[in-house]
């Protein structure tokens, strides 16, 4: 490969060693992530315990319809970006591109839905405080964390389009190789913030439904 | 192992050291250089240790007199806690991993650098970053809660600037995550040939097990830290009792970090305490493979003790009886530890050098701050001291004694390899007594008033606990001294002490085998290991070969 000395930095002693440390370094990432989002899932379980009903009547509340949506928008951005790692490895370097582009954009609609998701929360006073139309007051309880979890994993989101975005470009550029282990690596990454999804829709969504 | 001859290249051949690859600021400011960044941190927690020591320095003169001299309450609470939060994450969390296994680590395994360079120095900026926006938001808006951020207190009832401060901290936590991910993944990924998991110093096992504690605790801070800045901002309800919200549940989160804490800041204590044992006793560490069980096993138990803390603030009686017997549990691998450092000992050609005084020091106050940690992790006893100066002397003994003495400890035994230069024994060694001296006078007095009743972050008190207070504070003058002496006599060495050869010590590591200060790449060539640490003795052979 003609790029390889760009992709070797220092210290590694290999090409081949070095993906394998950028993967590794990303795991220890997201065991790290775990135990941040495991602190939400701990409030969350021990609430709901405390206050079965009034989660049930709280949990009703939320859009079931953009949370489905979203759910698929972001299981279809996952595959895409599965498709994309591999491409990097393979050297496809257009399909590469493609996938990236689109999973940026799936990206984007999953945010765009969320917003008009919040958009709506608001207009139905579901924001905890003075104005919030449900009782009994452990209600907010759930919706407390109704808007820190989805705010949280929306700014991981966030992030995570400003690093496929940017890594898109310099690839495109032609400023990085495109077997850079960082395409892998915002992989892992992409794929752990879906995962979180996927626990966030029965918690916020399906519970209040059974 | 006979047949390997040490050929060194001449030394001209070798680069010039990582102190000479450019003088400039910004050369400092952009370095990926794992030793520049261990400096790079030096300095910034050292001047962080120093605004946390004068914060307490008020407190004591405070309370000298039982109604207090110059400040007013809120003045009190703001300066213990300023104290609070600035040495516990601006400085014992980062002191030793972030100085001694940045510059280390790497050379000791025999790699180049940490696995990934950038990260380290965005996590010293991080730091920086962090610790001082905080610093100047505690100063200028006053934070009155304690490092511990208790809720309701922190998000219902407490003047200042609550968020700001945590979010500084919180972002300090993402400076510490990375640095524990670098740290893993070089201990995994760069290892240099020949140099087996057995063959680690035991400097390196604790930096490892730190790390790990590290990468898996720090994240739960965070998110305390961030409910209560959310529920302080937006008013929404996630501690608050008013709407059935629990404030135990932010205890529990804060304190599943904060005692693992604790083994961060103690953790990388013990592995310089080994290496320096080992060197100045001239043995080998007794009981290697139970030194690194011990090591990890406290890194696994210490997640699973939290609940310690909250014997009186109404957890359930079994909650309470599985706490306390996991925290009788985790303080078998310490007392290990310990009997280990005291077999090392034993025997031993003892050379009371600087670094082994420091050394000495640790060993028995940790041993003080250990024991009494039993005392605590016992529920009728802890019901009685429960925030008490009892806990204050307490868990100084570890942190300060322990934790502080090692960082001593690790700073004279390998300036020379750092700075190239020797500094003045004598003055060093006179240090560290004034410290044991220091240390036992401010917070032994601590002990017994707290046994008494004497409440911690009381401002005002009753006299009969008055000539303990003296006393506290008399020691604490001694403290000072022994902390602003080695800044004149090292200061002094890096401009007159004479230059230190490869291995003053004679000790045994492949840092020591290269020069001083080592060259940017650290070894001329990749050293091949050919044998476990410390090989000091008769037969004593060099841990590897570098021709
Ligand atoms: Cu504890």
């Known amino acids: 490969m003609s790029d390889a000395p760009a992709l070797l930095h220092e210290p590694w002693p290999s090409v081949e060693r070095q993906r394998e440390g950028v993967s590794f370094g ?120 109704y808007w820190v979890m989805t705010g949280i994993h929306a700014v991981h989101v966030t992030v995570g389009i400003g690093v496929v975005t940017t890594v898109t470009l310099l690839i495109y550029r032609r400023r990085i190789p495109l077997a850079t282990a960082a395409v892998e690596a915002m992989a892992l990454y992409w794929h752990l913030v879906d995962v979180i999804w996927i626990f966030l829709l029965p918690l916020l969504y399906l519970m209040g439904r059974s | ?136 938001t505690i100063i200028a808006g006053g934070v ?174 079994y909650a309470n009886l599985v706490f306390s017997f996991l925290s009788f549990v985790v303080a078998v691998p310490s007392a290990i530890k310990v009997f280990n450092w005291v077999a090392t000992l034993y025997g031993g050609q003892i050379v009371f050098k600087a670094p082994m005084l420091y050394a000495m020091g640790f060993l028995g106050l940790f041993t003080v701050g250990g024991l009494t940690g039993l005392f605590l992790a016992s529920v009728p006893i802890d019901i009685h001291v429960t925030d008490t100066y009892f806990v204050v002397a307490h868990f100084h003994f570890i942190m300060v004694g322990g934790s502080v003495s090692a960082f001593f400890a690790a700073l004279h035994f390998w300036w020379p390899k750092i700075t190239g230069r020797l500094y003045p024994d004598y003055w060093a060694r006179f240090g560290a007594i004034t410290m044991f001296l220091g240390f036992n006078a401010t917070f032994l007095p601590q002990f017994v008033m707290g046994y008494e009743g004497m409440p911690r972050r009381y401002h005002v008190y009753p006299e009969q606990f008055q000539v303990y207070h003296v006393i506290s504070t008399a020691g604490t003058v001694l403290l000072a001294v022994a902390y602003i002496l080695p800044l004149l006599y090292l200061g002094w060495s890096l401009l007159y002490g004479n230059r230190a050869d490869r291995n003053p010590w004679h000790a045994a590591g492949l840092e020591w085998e290269t020069l001083s200060p080592p060259p ?11 044998s476990g640490p410390y090989s000091y003795g008769e037969d004593a052979e060099p841990q590897a070969h570098t021709a």
Not at chain 2, 113 to 131: C, E, H, K, Q, T
Not at chain 2, 291 to 306: D, H, Q, R
Not at chain 2, 520 to 530: A, G, I, S, Y
């Open chain 1, 26 to 145: 990303l795991w220890l990432f997201i065991a790290t992530e775990i135990l941040f989002f495991s602190g939400l899932f701990l409030g969350y379980t021990l609430y709901r315990n405390l206050y079965p009903d009034a989660f049930k009547i709280a949990a009703r509340e939320t859009e079931v319809f953009f949370g489905t949506l979203n759910t698929a928008i972001l299981m279809t951005s996952s595959l895409t970006m599965a498709v994309a790692a591999r491409g990097a490895t393979r050297g496809f370097r257009k399909m590469t591109l493609w996938c990236l582009a689109v999973t940026i954009t799936l990206g984007c609609t999953f945010l765009l839905c969320k917003g008009l998701e919040y958009h709506d929360d608001i207009d139905n006073r579901l924001v905890p405080g003075p104005d919030f139309k449900l009782k009994p007051p452990e209600t907010q309880i759930f919706w407390a964390f």
């Open chain 2, 1 to 136: 192992m006979t047949d390997i001859t040490v050929d060194r290249l001449p030394e001209t051949k070798i680069g010039e050291s990582y102190l000479d690859e450019g003088h400039s600021l910004a050369s400092w400011l952009t370095t990926t250089d794992h030793k520049r960044i261990g400096i790079l941190y030096a300095l910034s927690i050292t001047a962080f240790f120093f605004i946390g020591g004068a914060a307490i320095g008020l407190v004591r003169l405070e309370l000298l007199e039982p109604h207090g001299l110059f400040l007013t309450d809120e003045e009190y609470n703001r300066l213990f806690t300023l104290h609070g939060i600035i040495m516990v994450w601006f400085f014992l969390v980062p002191s030793i991993p972030t100085t001694f296994g940045n510059f280390l680590l790497p050379m000791m395994i025999g790699a180049k650098d940490v696995a990934f360079p950038r990260l380290n120095l965005m996590s010293w900026y991080l730091f920086v970053i962090g610790a001082t926006f905080t610093i100047i």
């Open chain 2, 144 to 317: 009155d809660t304690g490092w511990t951020f208790y809720t309701p207190l922190s998000t219902l009832y407490a003047n200042g600037n609550v968020i700001a401060a945590a979010a500084g901290v919180f972002v300090v936590g993402f400076s510490s995550i990375a640095t524990g991910i670098n740290f893993i993944a070089t201990t995994h990924m760069l290892r240099a040939p020949g140099m087996t998991w057995t063959r680690l110093p035991l400097f390196v096992w604790a930096i490892y097990a730190t790390s790990v504690v590290m990468i898996l605790a720090t994240p739960v801070l965070a998110m305390s830290l961030l409910l209560v800045s959310v529920e302080r901002w937006f008013g929404v309800p996630i501690f608050n009792p008013n709407n059935g919200g629990d404030p135990l549940l932010f205890q529990h989160l804060f304190w599943f970090y904060s005692h693992p804490a604790v083994y961060i800041m103690i953790l990388p204590a013990m592995g310089v305490i080994s290496e320096v044992f080992a060197c100045f006793a001239r043995r080998k560490v007794f009981g290697y493979t139970a030194m690194v069980y011990s090591l990890m096993s406290i890194a696994v138990i210490g997640f699973m003790v939290w609940g310690h803390h909250m014997f009186v603030a109404g957890q359930s009686p």
């Open chain 2, 520 to 530: 940017k790449e650290n070894f001329e060539r990749t050293p091949t290991v050919t």
